[in-house]
């Protein structure tokens, strides 16, 4: 194997550190005014900066790791319905700022929609299970559906 394939099999951990390196090394550049002052702050001080900025460097690296971690997501062109299994094509993406408790992190995702179904659906935020059982509901009790309440009486399954 030649150097620009090795180039191509980065390890996703490696890259999130680099980034994360990279968000901590602009989070450190804050603090340069600190080393320049004529009296260094008190430890007190110290403190009440870190607390201050901490967000930034926390939310950057959470961001690096959502970035990795959801990447195969965010060109996802195709799911399957959680409710039929019907592959369906994705509608648009659409973009999602979340303030965490680490700080804020921006994510592009995808939205799929079964016309079957009636049922849109964002594969990396949601949990689509809620809306199947919405649509179960819609349908009403179907013998076998596997939505519901069963339609036996006698106590088995059907």
């Known amino acids: 194997?030649?150097?620009?394939?090795?180039?191509?099999?980065?390890?996703?951990?490696?890259?999130?550190?680099?980034?994360?390196?990279?968000?901590?090394?602009?989070?450190l550049e804050q603090m340069r005014p600190l080393f320049e002052q004529e009296k260094p702050p008190t430890l007190l001080e110290?403190?009440?900066?870190?607390?201050?900025?901490?967000?930034q460097l926390l939310g950057g690296v959470l961001q690096s790791l959502a970035d990795a971690l959801y990447?195969?997501?965010?060109?996802?062109r195709q799911a399957r319905c959680p409710c039929c299994g019907k592959p369906i094509r994705r509608?648009?993406?659409?973009?999602?700022?979340?303030?965490?408790?680490?700080?804020?992190?921006d994510l592009e995702r995808?939205?799929?929609?079964?016309?079957?179904?009636?049922?849109?659906?964002?594969?990396l935020h949601e949990e689509p299970v809620a809306a199947c059982?919405?649509?179960?509901?819609?349908?009403?009790?179907?013998?076998?559906?596997?939505?519901g309440p069963s339609t036996a009486t006698d106590g088995s399954r059907p």
């Not at 990447?71 to 996802?76: N, S, T, V």
């Not at 509608?91 to 992190?105: A, E, F, I, S, Y």
Request: charged content about 25%.
């Open 110 to 123: 995808g939205y799929f929609y079964c016309t079957d179904c009636r049922v849109g659906f964002h594969p």
């Open 46 to 55: 110290l403190s009440q900066h870190f607390t201050r900025s901490r967000q």
């Open 91 to 105: 509608k648009r993406r659409d973009p999602k700022h979340g303030n965490t408790l680490q700080g804020p992190v």
């Open 71 to 76: 990447a195969h997501l965010k060109d996802q």
């Open 133 to 147: 059982n919405q649509v179960a509901a819609r349908r009403g009790p179907q013998v076998g559906s596997g939505f």
């Open 1 to 27: 194997m030649g150097c620009a394939a090795r180039v191509l099999d980065l390890d996703p951990l490696e890259e999130v550190r680099r980034m994360a390196h990279e968000q901590l090394d602009q989070w």
